[in-house]
């Protein structure tokens, strides 16, 4: 075969790979063409030594040429613990370089969300929310290419990126259409596990095709030995030099470049040498010939092992206890000996340090080979050097990671540190590390309780279960004392909530409440106890539960907040229940501080959750306050978006500004937010009770839209059937697909799934009509199989909304009622139900109950005016009925 040449400026290791010089041209000429051309992601996967590293040194030669910014990272194996170290590498370098002013109007509001992470901004008072500090990275790409197009970032050894790097890679990945920015990145095959693994399926999956690198072929390896040594190398040396190194093209140069040192000739006499020339270049070949180079050549190469990036020849100098003089000799000899070199200007990274390693296989080699009672006690040494430059906690964490257990206080105190700057900038893995090292330390008594609850606190949104036993082990030893104890019970009880375990939960904190005197903290665990009972779905509630509540909330005048918390529970149960919206809206109002929520009770206020404010904003909701219920649900978006909260806070969020605008009667901006609800709910996870509530929502506004195949795909694709929540979700979605399945012609198992919503709901006491609407749908479902039955199940509907008192409770009564009736008393209770819903804020309700006047009356005025209101309110279904109406002349 024809020997094929590399292009004069590619390097060695670039032999035989034209196809993937290719794919990088037409990305890079793709992503070049246009300001708004979509993005590019190329992942290159090969084996140690098959030049993926070679090979984006020529995308960003080529990349170069076209004019384009190039920005470039690379993953360490001694450094997958330091979060973030990938994506600040390759982002901070073009950060820096700006004015602060500069960089925070680039960034905008996602400045303090992202800045902390890439170490261009100081961290905020609260734990960061992770998947909004990667939403915020997303952000900051996007943006930076607008100003660096066209822009292209490198990422070499994706295997060995941080898992919050991985994180970040894993979103921008999936976006990367929406941003003119091409990604390249190379990785092993294998190497990584679990959670970092999933990541780079995620970005493999987004690159479509990846490309897999293969060894060189025996031409080819013919080729490049004749090019290093000579024409004069013959076939049979060129066949052992490829039999000795499988093809591979870093384990090629290597070998040629010894070949070269030795003077050996290259030809068939000589080839038998090439294995043992082989061995010295790699592995134990390596580490005899660092040991030839001497000690201190070899302390050094070992410091820079153990710092792995940032490598200064002073630093290396401290760590490896030589005179400057000497660190500077040992660095030559590293450089001459190709174990070390200056980085190169190319790659962006020189800001790091004086020194990199050639090759990472090189850095592997020598890092193994330190003995591991010294590698132990170089990372203590090179932790303390790490503090003692003023790089902070977190950046001596990975040292520490690495050092025996020692009964050492000031250790255990380094390493909470180190977690509490992981968790401020959005690292909770990171931050879990430093504490399980700090367990193992061991803490003095005393302080094990308080390493635990912070333990608990980095895994508490990614661990329940594992939060669950950390807690129940710190609040089982001496030291969790006064309100810290109150707080790691009322965590606890969070955590098995969010573990589908809401009567544990309920009995952890009624326990704990019944061992405290009485005064703030027992009154807070009890609010939190009725809290958990309050949105407790289970087939039955202690029938005292209510008056227990009532007879304690009378009590509070709203002077703090578990004053305020109980007066937002008994309006929620007082809602529930279906007595007067009145005596809600007045509970509610003075749980309020002049019409706002309380400093401490914010959405973003730790103390209570967020389960407290829907309470509130759901009572203001239901009792036709929407005004109120508006401002709140709007507050809580503005406050998550704003702190960079993007997982399940934000999801709930959006859950219920679309329920606020399905109250209204927006049904499209309703079914917008709930999409999107859902869309970031899939971050978190399925099964979740916020997962519900987007999912029950669009549904019922998709059938209010009169999308009823549209409703029944949803409901199929995200699982909206039984087995339902162990939590409250409003709507009660028994109540909506109970609906849904009438709509879909199922009548019969439409009527047993509103059954079943009856049974729950009067085990429970549930008998608002708003909130769990069963019986006005089931009394139609069965107005011609068994009218008697259907008049009476209207009856108590309309009892019940009586009582409550809303104008929409009453109108959809009497809607029901007219549905079920004919003639004159049918168009009576029709108007009338026009009336109470005209002053209603539901003005899809309105819509329909003046369309449905129109029919009754045989009103081409109502028809019109209620086709108005239901174009208005995007009720496609609803219109058309009423466009019907009107053509055959009603």
Known sequence: MTEVRPTAAASASLWERDEEVAAVTRAVDSLCADRSSSGGLLVFRGEAGLGKTALLAETRRIAEARGCTVWSARGGETLRSVPFNVVRQLLQPALVSMLPEEAREYLGDWYDIAGPALGIADPGDRQADPQGV??????????????????????????????????????????????????VVTRRPGEVSGTSARHLDRV???????????????????????????????AAFCREVWAVTAGNPYDTVELLAKVQDSE??????????????????????????LEELGIDATRFAWAAAILGTGISIDLVAKLATLKPDEARRCAELLRAARILTAPDPATGRTADGDLEFVHPLIATAVYNSIPDALRTAMHGIAARIVTDEGHGAAAAARHLLEVHPDDDEELVGQLREAAREHLAVGAPDAARRCLERALKEPPRPEIHPHVLYELAEATF??????????????????????????????????????????????????????RLAPGPARMRLQAVHFMWEGIHAGEATSPDRSRRLADLASTCTGRDNSERALLILRGFDALMHGENAEVVAELCDRALV?????????????????????????????????????????????????????????????????????????????????????????????????????????????????????????????????????????????????????????????????????????????????????????????????????????????????????????????????????????????????????????????????????????????????????????????????????????
């Open 134 to 183: 990667c939403d915020g990275l997303v952000a900051a790409v996007r943006r930076l290419a607008r100003r660096d197009w066209p822009l292209v970032l490198l990422i070499d050894d994706a295997h060995w990126a941080d898992q919050e790097t991985l994180h970040w890679l894993a979103s921008f990945a999936e976006r990367i259409d929406e941003m003119p920015v091409l990604v």
């Open 204 to 234: 493999a999956a987004a690159a479509g095709p990846v490309t897999t690198l293969s060894a060189l072929t025996p031409d080819a390896t013919a080729g490049l030995t004749r090019a290093t040594l000579g024409r004069h190398a013959d």
């Open 264 to 289: 050996l000739e290259p030809v068939e006499a000589r080839a038998g040498e090439l294995r043992e020339l082989n061995r010295s270049a790699r592995g134990g070949g390596l580490v005899a010939r």
């Open 461 to 514: 949104l990614t661990a329940p279960a594992r939060t669950i036993s950390q807690l129940r082990t710190a609040l089982s030893m001496p030291g969790l004392d006064g309100e810290k104890r109150v707080d790691a019970v009322f965590r606890l009880s969070q955590a098995l909530l969010h573990n589908d375990q809401l009567e544990e939960a309920v009995r952890t904190v009624e326990a704990e409440a019944a």
């Open 594 to 890: 002049n019409g706002r929520l309380a400093p401490g009770l914010g959405w973003t206020d730790t103390e209570w959750g967020i389960e407290l404010l829907l309470m509130l904003a759901n009572a203001y909701a239901f009792t036709d306050r929407l005004d109120r219920a508006e401002t709140l649900y709007n507050e809580a978006l503005r406050a998550y978006e704003t702190a960079g909260w993007s997982g399940g806070h934000l999801a709930l969020a959006h859950a219920y500004v679309g329920l606020g605008h399905r109250r209204r009667g927006r049904l499209k901006e309703a079914e917008a937010s709930l999409r999107e609800s859902l869309r970031l709910a899939e971050r978190v996870g399925r099964g979740l009770p916020l997962y519900w509530s987007a999912t029950c929502n669009l549904v019922d506004t998709l059938l209010a839209r009169g999308h009823v195949q549209e409703a029944w795909d949803v409901a199929e694709h995200y699982g909206f059937a039984p087995p339902y929540p162990s939590t409250i979700v409003l709507p009660d979605p028994r109540s909506v697909r109970g609906r849904l399945l009438l709509a879909v012609g199922r009548t019969k198992d439409g009527v047993n799934e509103l059954e079943a919503a009856e049974k729950a709901a009067a085990a429970r006491g549930h008998h608002n009509p708003v909130l769990v609407p069963w019986a006005a749908d089931l009394a139609r479902a069965l107005a011609t199989e068994d009218p008697a039955r259907a008049a009476r199940l209207a009856v108590d509907v309309r009892r019940q909304a009586e009582r409550f008192g809303t104008d929409t409770a009453i109108g959809e009564a009497l809607r029901c009622a007219a549905a079920l009736e004919t003639g004159q008393r049918a168009v009576r209770l029709a108007g009338q139900a026009v009336t109470y819903l005209e002053a209603s804020p539901c003005q899809y309700e309105h819509a329909a109950a003046r369309v449905e006047y129109g029919i009754a009356a045989r009103s081409a005025t109502d028809l019109r005016r209620g086709l108005d209101l239901a174009l208005s309110c995007g009720a496609d279904g609803l219109a058309a009925r009423a466009r019907a109406e009107l053509e055959t002349g009603a």
